[in-house]
């Protein structure tokens, strides 16, 4: 079992920048593939971003390419969403996720687990 808590979201101005941190408890950590899902209003979870258990391998979003960068920290069972360049459609809930196996994985069905979301809100 993995229990995941999100952290960091909040209100910015379009340009600006956001890290969201997500705590996950377990001693197992280092086994699970992590990602970041956003969902807006009236619109479908879309992936944003996900990362290997090892770290080494990493996939993001076109929309997010260049502008948002994944990494983790296992020893702070602690994986991060660096948010730049922010735009006010980048405006949603963001999930972290995570799932036994190496990854990445870049469909929400292929995660067992999910936090509670964190609002990120992007004005122009």
């Known amino acids: 079992q993995v229990r995941l808590v999100e952290s960091g979201g909040g209100l910015v101005q379009a340009g600006g920048s956001l890290r969201l941190s997500c705590a996950a408890s377990?001693?197992?950590?280092?086994?699970?593939?992590m990602g970041w899902f956003r969902q807006a209003p009236g619109k479908e979870r879309e992936f944003v971003a996900g990362?290997?258990?090892?770290?080494?391998?990493?996939s993001h979003a076109d929309s997010v390419k260049g502008r948002f960068t994944i990494s983790r920290d296992s020893a702070k069972n602690t994986v991060y969403l660096q948010m730049n360049s922010l735009k006010p459609e980048d405006t949603a809930v963001y999930y972290c996720?995570?799932?036994?196996?190496?990854?990445?994985?870049?469909?929400?069905?292929?995660?067992?687990?999910w936090g509670q979301g964190t609002q990120v809100t992007v004005s122009s």
């Open positions: 996720a995570a799932q036994y196996g190496v990854g990445p994985y870049l469909g929400p069905a292929q995660y067992d687990y």
């Open positions: 377990g001693r197992t950590f280092r086994r699970y593939a």
């Open positions: 990362i290997s258990w090892s770290g080494s391998d990493t």
